[in-house]
């Protein structure tokens, strides 16, 4: 395949619709870096490594270095917001960077402005905003994005463009007719079928034009019938639902390592507190159903109670997300997990997690980002499994099962990337090399 993939030539354009915490944190964050003032730490693309060849060759270059990502200075940012602020205005009422790291990338922040959103308040109740688009139908919102996205490309010099969704949790939605065939859809879009979401319309219009399009959040969004079809159909990459920042992605460190050592769960109790404006629409219960959908699954795929019912049948799982305005950013949460062990005996292990959301989503975004762009120039489409690494909720070929386990997740991250360039593929064991030891021990 490495001699398949197009050459990262040119600008890349990187759009979001959401200019709030996460988008300002990364855009101020990628200019910082650019500047030397900080590094791009909880990068896999920039800070990671990934072995190549035999354990005896100490092949162990960046990610960056190995593979041919866009070069950060090559990246142009842009987005929708519902608020008109632009990113340096939006980024200080975040309060997630200090002032003055932002004074001094100011410059690089006012130029960047949100373009009118796509937005339906009926999606997302404890939200309001002005700067939103106008239009008598759906099919209209989508050429209106469509428009966005050819003008911003064109008025940037970009040669390509990416988009990652950072906007706020929808109310929860269930796959319905209009969602089946792009026919059916694209009728919904004239008549304004009240099933389809604002992420929905930003999703049609890339896949449409043949943009990557990832979901951060965990609406359905691109997770239906019509919309996977339609990225086959444009060669599309595709990919989401919901970033894996803190206690989910605790979650997937701790739960396969009692997963392996066979030790049992009787209950798995979560609770998070957390003040900004991701927290203030999850304090609506049908977008709070909505992220609560997506963070219960991980446990149940990675345990397989099915399989293991001695040890996980009769496991309770329970999630809580509190606002609490104080907390702004600073997202905090509590686990308590009920396990036992030999012949039964009970233990206890508590988590108190104190971490920043838009700290840990940002490079999230930026990976994303260029991982999307690199399997579009690789010829690539639909849903990119590969890239479960970075999702609470991964995005799946139809009659595959979820992998949760984020070292998994990793291997076949990995080993995606080798086999682009035509690297050998590595399994966790190395049993190649280990039967080659073995047998020269013999």
């Not at 975040?94 to 959103?117: F, G, N, Q, Y």
């Not at 792009?182 to 304004?192: C, P, Q, V, W």
């Not at 690494?389 to 997740?409: G, L, M, T, V």
Request: overall charge negative; glycine content about 8%.
């Amino acid at each position: 395949m490495q001699n398949s993939i197009g050459k990262a030539e040119g600008k890349l354009g990187i759009l979001t619709p959401g200019l709030g915490a996460v988008a300002t944190t990364l855009i101020a964050g990628v200019a910082a870096v650019k500047k030397s003032l900080a590094q791009p730490v909880g990068s896999l693309t920039q800070m990671g490594n990934i072995r190549l060849g035999k354990r005896t060759d100490d092949r162990y270059p960046k990610i960056k270095d190995f593979v041919p990502l866009a070069d950060l200075h090559d990246i142009v940012f842009g987005g929708w917001d519902v608020f008109n602020d632009n990113v340096f205005e939006a980024a200080l009422k975040a309060r997630v960077l200090e002032p003055m790291l932002l004074h001094a990338v100011r410059d690089e922040l006012e130029a960047i402005t949100p373009m009118k959103a796509v937005f339906d308040r009926s999606y997302i109740q404890n939200l309001d905003g002005e700067h939103v688009k106008q239009a008598d139908t759906k099919a209209e919102l989508a050429k209106a994005v469509m428009d966005d996205i050819e003008n911003f490309k064109e008025a940037n010099d970009c040669s390509r463009v990416v988009i990652v969704w950072c906007g706020s949790t929808e109310r929860y939605l269930e796959p319905s007719a209009v969602h089946e065939t792009i026919e059916s859809f694209e009728e919904g879009l004239r008549n304004n079928d009240p099933a389809i979401a604002p992420s929905m319309i930003y999703a049609y219009a890339a896949i449409k034009l043949g943009v990557p399009f990832m979901n951060g959040a965990p609406n359905l969004t691109c997770d239906i019938p019509a919309l996977i079809e339609l990225a086959r159909q444009t060669g599309t990459p595709i990919g989401g639902k919901d970033f894996k920042t803190g206690q989910t992605l605790m979650k997937t460190i701790l739960a396969p390592g009692l997963q392996i050592r066979s030790l049992g769960i009787k209950g798995w109790f979560s609770s998070n507190i957390l003040g900004n404006r991701d927290g203030y629409v999850l304090d609506h219960p049908d977008n709070f159903k909505t992220k609560e959908v997506s963070k219960l699954s991980v446990l149940e795929d990675i345990l397989q109670p099915d399989v293991n019912p001695e040890l996980y049948g009769d496991m309770y799982h329970k999630v809580r997300i509190n606002y609490y305005p104080p907390a702004g950013d600073n997202k905090e949460s509590w686990d308590n997990i009920d396990i036992f062990g030999w012949l039964g005996y009970s233990m206890q292990i508590k988590v108190n997690f104190l971490c920043r959301d838009s700290i840990l989503a940002a490079p999230l975004v930026l990976d994303l980002a260029l991982f999307s762009d690199l399997a579009k120039r690789a010829g690539m489409t639909g849903v990119q499994e590969w890239l479960s690494f970075y999702f609470k909720s991964p995005q799946i070929a139809a009659d595959s099962r979820i992998e949760h386990d984020i070292f998994k997740q990793l291997i076949t991250l990995h080993n995606t990337l080798r086999r682009m360039m035509g690297e050998d593929l590595i399994t966790p064991l190395d049993l190649d090399d280990y039967d080659q030891d073995l047998v020269a021990a013999l």
